[in-house]
């Protein structure tokens, strides 16, 4: 497009042109920024339509250092690195850098509440739960929830429309904390820490550093929500009110289970909600999710009958120990939001059946450790067929850990999927559950969860596979 006119004298360059940069660009637009596009991309089908309705400068597959002197204010990708030279050159120039989560936080109204969930796995399920009590407190008692951030859909896009009262849940990475500044959790929920990202950021220390970032600008009138099981969860420092969760034993302060019912207690005073095994969703793990759900909603206000009702309605998010179809006996379950080993690990451990696991399905490397997968599977896991990328790492695992039933197939989704099928007996299971990101295969891991489904769906009984 031809170079936009400045409206209020500032321009806004937006580096990486997906969800939240396309968010980004539309909400500086309507608070009189002049936008500059940019990506690694050349060309991104469908962008034209996304940005229609306002005005823009298009530098797609320029390199972004070149564009610095014109800019005012620069919002990065969360997958770009904020160490990245041009970065640092932007720092020099005077330009402002930040991320979508930090822009969003800006123009929300100052007297929203944000209820954020952290961690290495569990973060959408928890985010979700969590928004699912807030909808039904406000149905209540008026205003708006809005859940917002990783899960899908980027705080600036509804950052407008907050006002007093409303509640953003927001479900927050790690690589979107690294460029925060004024960015502050009201209540803020931490639910485990495990290796992930470290091709990003190097060791586990910074890695950890990051997901630290969600308490920082917490005061003492806010609420740190933390993992009791998880040590290094429960050591986080914080100058908010500390609340902790557990499933292994009772807590001071916050939600635990006692003689099989989920219990809060803050002040001394203790208030009982629903057994655990009323939950709507499934798993071990998801009792940890729900009981910092407890903590995130009651902290705030949030009566005890409103999250009880959630606790029994949530049924879980797409693509997470996802049900698909029953298709000759065998039950298909789609986890592809299980991107890293400790979140397919989950998802094993929720099978009650024999189960044929599906790894692999991408095409990126996060030099992840493989051998707990296989350290997990306690006689469920029957076979495992893997391709992509991870393969011979993968493999590599399984030998070390001395399990021989792992498969290795083409990079081809349709035959990896027949495949499993293939090792399945009438009354088994088949989960997908990668342990790997979705990246050079697939846009993202709901792609490649929808993808499944589509397939799935399609197979027909009078099909040879």
């Not at 320029?62 to 160490?83: N, Q, R, T, Y």
């Not at 205003?143 to 006002?163: D, K, M, Q, V, W």
């Not at 925060?180 to 992930?196: P, Y």
């Not at 790997?436 to 969860?449: H, K, L, T, V």
Request: charged share 25%.
């Amino acid at each position: 497009m031809e170079r936009a006119p400045k409206q209020n004298g500032k321009t806004a360059l937006i580096v990486g042109m997906a969800k939240s940069g396309v968010s980004s660009a539309r909400l500086l637009y309507k608070k009189g920024y002049r936008i500059i596009i940019n990506d690694l991309k050349s060309e991104i089908p469908g962008l034209e339509d996304e940005l229609a309705g306002i005005r823009y400068v298009n530098r797609l597959g320029v390199a972004p250092e070149a564009l610095l002197e014109e800019v005012d204010l620069m919002v990065i990708s969360p997958v770009i690195p904020i160490f990245r030279p041009f970065v640092k050159s932007a720092l020099k120039l005077g330009v402002e850098v930040v991320g979508e989560i930090e822009l969003g936080y800006r123009y929300c109204d100052r007297k929203t509440r944000f209820v954020c969930i952290g961690g290495t796995n569990g973060k959408t399920t928890t985010t979700a739960l969590t928004g699912r009590i807030f909808d039904l407190h406000h149905e209540k008692h008026g205003g708006r929830s809005f859940t917002l951030g990783n899960i899908g859909i980027p705080i600036t896009e509804h950052a407008l429309e907050t006002r007093s009262g409303d509640t953003v849940v927001a479900e927050t990475a790690s690589l979107q904390l690294e460029s925060i500044k004024d960015f502050r959790a009201n209540a803020a929920g931490l639910l485990n820490i495990t290796e992930d990202h470290l091709n990003r950021f190097g060791d586990m220390e910074a890695y950890i550093a990051a997901k630290m970032r969600m308490f920082e600008n917490q005061t003492e009138n806010d609420f740190a929500v933390l993992n009791a099981d998880d040590p290094i969860v429960a050591a986080a420092e914080t100058r908010a009110k500390k609340l902790f969760f557990s499933v292994l034993h009772e807590v001071e302060t916050g939600a635990f289970v006692r003689q099989g019912r989920i219990v809060y207690r803050i002040d001394g005073t203790e208030t009982e909600l629903i057994p655990a095994d009323e939950l709507g969703i499934i798993g071990a793990h998801n009792l940890e999710n729900a009981l910092c759900a407890v903590c995130l909603s009651m902290c705030m206000g949030v009566e005890a009958d409103t999250v009880c009702e959630a606790l029994r309605s949530f049924k879980g998010v797409e693509h997470r120990i996802e049900f698909t179809r029953t298709f000759c006996g065998v039950d298909f379950y789609n986890d592809s939001k299980g991107t890293n080993p400790e979140s397919t690990i989950k998802a094993v451990e929720a099978m009650k059946k024999p189960t044929v696991l599906i790894l692999g399905a991408g095409n990126y490397d996060k030099n992840s450790d493989y051998r707990p997968v296989f350290r997990c599977f306690n006689g469920k896991i029957k076979a495992v067929v893997v391709n992509g990328s991870n393969t011979e790492a993968i493999i590599k695992a399984a030998k070390e850990e001395g399990y021989e039933n792992i498969h290795a197939c083409p990079d081809d989704f349709g035959e990896l999927i027949y495949a499993a099928f293939s090792y399945a007996e009438r009354g088994d299971a088949v989960l997908l559950s990668p342990a790997c990101a979705s990246w050079g295969m697939f846009d993202n891991f709901e792609q490649r969860g929808d993808v499944f489904k589509q397939i799935v769906n399609a197979m027909k009984e009078d099909t040879e596979y």
